[in-house]
Nanobody
């Protein structure tokens, strides 16, 4: 059974940094795209980043501030978040699905192979 567990969320100051981690288990993910979504109450879930075998995607809202990376040997994916803004306050979810990076901006998360329980990030002004 595929399982994704996010960690690293918390409270960060305006302009600060946080690093989110996602631990994947159940099978090897080295050839499967991994991505990050986020959701704020009252807003639609937003696909913000994805890393595949050869491609990386960032939404305009995080481009230049967030960096996605992965460690295939550890089945981990990370999201380094810098220059945090109040609008980055959200629950962040890790997800996986073949071909995710070509549709992360539009696909509903619940249509994907697997996703985690989320980790909350709060940016204090």
């Amino acid at each position: 059974q595929v399982r994704l567990v996010e960690s690293g969320g918390g409270l960060a100051p305006l302009g600060g940094s946080l690093r989110l981690s996602c631990a994947a288990s159940g099978r090897s993910f080295s050839t499967t795209a991994m991505g990050w979504f986020r959701q704020t109450p009252g807003k639609e879930r937003e696909g913000i980043s994805c890393i595949g075998r050869t491609s990386i995607y960032y939404s305009d809202s995080v481009k230049g501030r967030f960096t996605i990376s992965r460690d295939n040997a550890k089945n981990m994916v990370y999201l380094q978040m810098n220059s945090l803004k109040p609008e980055d306050t959200a629950t962040y979810y890790c997800a996986t699905d073949p071909g995710l990076c070509t549709r992360v901006a539009t696909v509903p998360m619940d249509e994907l192979d697997a996703w985690g329980q989320g980790t909350a990030v709060t940016v204090s002004p």
